[in-house]
């Protein structure tokens, strides 16, 4: 299916539904990736949902994308540049609302399903802007409080629900970051499910499987 020309570029496979407006995944790639990787869920997608994949705005030589820079500083380490995090985020919002109305979607049936970096900007505007989403797919990433939107602890989350897995050997994003999660999600009163693999940084079948079961019994 041809995409419109919107705020970010994606790929697109249409609803299976004949009429109304159909329910819609967006799915967000890792750090160094595009929007084909995460595209290649989508045949195995419950066939009802729009999928959308999205392109992170900022481009990682020689043919990668990135929704903010990660620097290696021998002074501070490994550090994420938190301000291009946030700018993410609501480039993401704004393109959530772009693309809702030119492909005349449910927006009251959103679903965020993100990977590595891409889940750590799904954590940041669904729980900042809970009123856009409904169900987040949390792939092997962490939540970063410090790209949360101002004040987003007075929002409603209750109505939430996340599903949340990680690799149990994990070397880019250590498993103790991930297992923060729950104790995070229930301090917001958000509803999750929270599940390891014997994995490293990347998605098993059977952890396909488990999200995708999720999503089918959270519809």
Partial sequence: MTTAPLSLEHLIRPSSLKEGKPPVIFLFHGYGSNEDDLFSFAPELPSEFVVISVRAPYV????????????????????????????????????????????????????????????????????????KVQRVIALSGYINDNIMAEGYRNGDHGHLRIYASHGQVDQVIPPEWAQRIPDFLDTLGVQHVYEEFPSGHGVTPQNFHAFKKWLVDNA
């Fill in 60 to 131: 990682l030589e020689p043919f990668g994308y990135a929704w903010y820079a990660i620097n290696f500083d021998a002074q501070q380490g490994k550090w994420s540049d938190d301000e291009q995090a946030r700018t993410s985020r609501d480039k993401i919002v704004a393109f959530i609302d772009e693309a809702c109305a030119a492909y005349h979607l449910d927006a009251d049936n959103i679903t965020l399903l993100g990977f590595s970096q891409g889940t750590i900007l799904s954590y940041a505007v669904a729980l900042s802007y809970p009123e």
